[in-house]
């Protein structure tokens, strides 16, 4: 084999991309934000739960047009799955996104999310939100000692 031959099969091989595993971890944590297990995705999809776990996993990329359906499924604009991936000036508001995707991963996130989602009493709602930073915040401090 030649040289040539060999950097046409290396270009062949296909390589995870870490822009494929961000993406595949925005469609898990929006699925369990939405309640939908990956059988159910996969079939608003029209693929089978082992290729949504595959997407998730980052193994296999989304091509657009299926990338496009997962969007309209979870009912965000396609641009989510890139928000904070185009530059390192940006990486600040990627961490963000990143930080609140992988407490997303967890079922009590979820749980608290949809718990808070149908509080309707915006002072009941501030009341949460306000007891949840004196939590964690009384848990930094105590780290901190």
Same mark, same amino acid.
């Given at each position: 084999?030649?040289?040539i031959?060999?950097v ?11 822009r494929d ?6 469609i ?19 693929v ?15 091509? *657009?047009?299926?990338?496009q359906?997962v @969007?309209?499924?979870l ?6 799955f ?12 990627a ?5 609140g995707?992988?407490?997303l991963?967890?079922?009590? *996130? ?25 939590? @964690?915040? @009384?848990?930094?401090?105590?780290a @901190?000692?």
């Amino acid at each position: 084999m030649t040289d040539i031959d060999q950097v046409a099969v290396n270009a062949n091989k296909r390589r995870c991309d870490p822009r494929d595993a961000e993406i595949g971890r925005r469609i898990r944590a929006l699925r369990l934000e939405r309640g939908l297990s990956q059988t159910m995705l996969g079939n608003l999809l029209g693929v089978t739960f082992q290729q949504v776990q595959k997407y998730e996993k980052g193994a296999n990329r989304v091509a *657009a047009g299926r990338l496009q359906r997962v @969007a309209e499924s979870l009912k965000v604009p396609i641009t989510f799955f890139y928000e904070g991936s185009t530059t390192s000036e940006d990486r600040g508001d990627a961490d963000s996104i990143d930080t609140g995707l992988s407490f997303l991963e967890t079922a009590g *996130a979820v749980r608290l999310v949809r718990a808070f989602s149908r509080i309707t009493d915006p002072d009941m709602r501030r009341a949460v939100m306000d007891l949840a930073e004196k939590i @964690a915040g @009384a848990g930094a401090a105590s780290a @901190a000692v």
